[in-house]
């Protein structure tokens, strides 16, 4: 760690095998890289303390060897607020059969046992940027940020990762839900739930996330589904949602699974908002793995079964995306394995101030099936649910003005209830979906003090399900903006 003192404080490791060069210390601003990280903090962790580990790999040819720096309670740096901010830097030397990696831990501290909440990947310098531990080719799954840029961690979006195995019935799931800048989360695996359903639809079990670890399963065919509601986007609170459908009596029963799922921007950068009229993708790795005997074997997925689907948030109807076919990494060894798929978004950045949802649907040859649905997956422009809220239009005097609605959500119908103590020459309400169009305008006289919505637009037509906003305006000036929720 490199300190403002310029002093570096160096741990002890155990020896490292297969050292072809000499090693050296330096502060010189050509030999490392700085960059500019952020970590988003779960609201629900007390007092979370911030660990930066080590470690150092070398390949013997027969495999990796890894040494890990522990972080020890007297190293945590303290977090007051709900992001942590710092700057990493990075040495630029990179050795041919050996290196080192660091790795970031949001955690907390409970008895003097460690809870992982976030954590990102280990990663290293590549050509000057930050990249992924091992990928030496840059895919996909790597998070690169040029010198000095900001990365982010602990946002949204996210992809839930599951891989299975057999052992005389004993279903093991190892199941990862992973940042887009593919940080493993924690939190959101701790906090997540299950439900598994045998073939003739019932429920087998359900509960927390890992307590779903060695089930036993009779041979038959399963649907699990997996729920993670612990994050949120601009706002809107998120649901990612992993589907899979797998025959246990089956050698191969092992569904396809996402390896890395990320939203492009045009400078090609993995974001969660895109500019409006962006030149924009959606990036997609899969892949199908079956462990047979004691080894893992690599199994492409069929390419015409990879699509994927949009909508905007809390619509109700799907449109596809063209999916295009990219390459395949059959190197297992990599992290970085998998068909490569690439789906344009850029038409969908036409419309400012809106949040799409993905969906992405695979299978193998055997007919196991795989769906990740994230809703929402990004948005465009200047849309923020929380930017549009009670204290965007402050009031001169709160005790001059009521506006809200009851219900909120609704189903069908809802009263919008105002109280205005000045003398009124004009006044209406708009309602605007999430797009910034107006759906309908109702007109207030001096006489009501509450008007009814009825989810239908001005040509009486019913609105869909959504999210909606309110504006109140009086003598042509805008009062008030609220938010309203339809959820038939």
Request: proline share 5%.
């Amino acid at each position: 760690l490199k300190h403002d003192d310029n002093s570096i404080y160096i741990t002890q490791y155990g020896p490292f095998p297969e050292i072809d060069s000499d090693l050296s210390f330096s502060n010189e601003p050509a030999d490392y890289s700085q960059q500019q990280l952020t970590l988003d903090i779960p609201a629900s962790v007390a007092n979370p303390k911030i660990a930066i580990a080590n470690m150092y790999w070398s390949d013997t040819g027969e495999g990796f060897f890894f040494y890990w720096g522990i972080c020890v309670e007297n190293y945590l740096l303290d977090c007051n607020d709900d992001q942590w901010n710092a700057d990493l830097y990075m040495m630029n030397n990179v050795y041919a059969s050996t290196g080192n990696t660091s790795s970031i831990c949001v955690c907390s501290l409970d008895d003097e046992f460690f809870m992982y909440n976030y954590f990102t990947s280990p990663f290293h310098c590549i050509d000057g940027s930050i990249g992924s531990f091992l990928n030496f080719v840059p895919t996909i799954v790597d998070y690169l940020s040029p010198d000095g840029e900001q990365l982010f961690f602990g946002q949204s979006p996210l992809f839930i990762k599951s891989f299975f195995t057999y052992d005389n019935n004993l279903f093991r799931p190892y199941i990862e839900i992973i940042g887009y800048n593919n940080e493993a989360r924690d939190y959101d695996m701790r906090n997540s739930t299950f439900s598994l359903y045998d073939s003739t639809g019932d429920l087998f079990a359900e509960g927390e996330l890992l307590d779903l670890w060695e089930s036993y399963l009779p041979p038959d065919e399963y649907t699990l589904m997996v729920e993670d509601t612990n994050f949120s986007l601009k706002g809107l609170a998120g649901t990612g949602r992993l589907t899979n459908i797998f025959d246990s009596s089956l050698e191969m029963p092992n569904p396809p699974y996402i390896n890395a799922f990320q939203i492009r921007n045009e400078d090609d950068k993995p974001v969660n908002q895109l500019e409006q009229n962006d030149i924009s993708s959606l990036l997609v790795s899969i892949a199908d793995s079956e462990l047979i005997g004691n080894e893992y074997v690599y199994f492409p997925v069929i390419t015409d079964s990879v699509k994927a689907f949009y909508k905007e948030h809390f619509a109700e109807t799907w449109s596809e995306l063209d999916v295009e076919f990219i390459h395949d990494y059959d190197d297992y060894h990599t992290w970085t394995f998998g068909k490569v798929f690439s789906a344009d978004l850029s038409s969908l950045t036409a419309i400012d101030s809106v949040a799409y949802d993905l969906k992405i649907c695979t299978q193998d040859e055997e007919e196991n099936y795989t769906e990740f649905i994230l809703e929402p997956a990004f948005t465009v422009g200047n849309f923020d649910a929380t930017s549009i809220s009670d204290n965007e239009i402050p009031n001169k005097d709160p005790n001059e003005l009521f506006l809200s609605n009851f219900p909120n959500p609704f189903n069908s119908t809802t009263t919008i209830s105002f109280s205005i103590k000045e003398n009124i020459k004009n006044a209406e309400i708009s309602i605007y979906n999430l797009k910034g169009q107006e759906v309908k305008q109702l007109t207030i006289d001096d006489c009501r003090s509450s008007i009814e919505w009825n989810a239908t637009d001005e040509f009486g037509k019913i609105v869909s399900n959504g999210v909606y906003f309110y504006k109140l305006n009086v003598n042509n000036e805008t009062k008030a903006v609220r938010k309203m929720i339809l959820l038939r």
